[in-house]
């Protein structure tokens, strides 16, 4: 039996062709461009994550609640030179802001500033 696990394994290695490498550095530019026009940030045990985000201008940011569990609220402030229009305080929900301009924005909730701030970069 392993034999023959062997040489199907030799035979779908080796059969790589120019072809199939193109699809995959085309998924691979499509999923590229996927994340730099979006991403996520979920806010949960008290926290960001990710707290720094780096986008490309016109790509979006959406904010998710995960701490309804412990019946937390949070909400995402801007603070700083550079302002989007924040959200409200909740514990469940999305909130999403499209950056169409270049630069560095600051976040935090308000409710827990010491443990929840971030930044969103728009290149």
């Given at each position: 039996?392993?034999?023959?696990?062997?040489?199907?394994?030799?035979?779908?290695?080796?059969?790589?062709?120019?072809?199939s490498s193109t699809v995959?550095?085309?998924?691979?530019?499509?999923?590229?461009?996927?994340?730099?026009?979006?991403?996520?940030?979920?806010?949960?045990?008290?926290?960001?994550?990710?707290?720094?985000?780096?986008?490309?201008?016109?790509?979006?940011?959406?904010?998710?609640?995960?701490?309804?569990?412990?019946?937390?609220?949070?909400?995402?402030?801007s603070i700083g030179s550079?302002?989007?229009?924040?959200?409200?305080?909740k514990m469940t929900g999305?909130?999403?802001?499209?950056?169409?301009?270049?630069?560095?924005?600051?976040?935090?909730?308000?409710?827990?500033?010491?443990?929840?701030?971030?930044?969103?970069?728009?290149?």
């Amino acid at each position: 039996m392993l034999p023959v696990i062997a040489c199907v394994l030799v035979a779908v290695v080796g059969s790589s062709t120019a072809s199939s490498s193109t699809v995959v550095k085309s998924k691979l530019t499509a999923a590229a461009r996927t994340a730099a026009a979006a991403s996520v940030v979920t806010l949960h045990n008290i926290q960001f994550h990710p707290s720094v985000v780096h986008i490309k201008v016109g790509g979006r940011v959406t904010w998710k609640w995960e701490d309804a569990d412990i019946e937390t609220p949070h909400n995402v402030t801007s603070i700083g030179s550079k302002h989007f229009k924040s959200s409200t305080t909740k514990m469940t929900g999305t909130y999403t802001v499209v950056f169409n301009t270049a630069g560095v924005y600051k976040f935090e909730c308000t409710i827990h500033p010491l443990s929840m701030q971030g930044r969103v970069i728009v290149q």
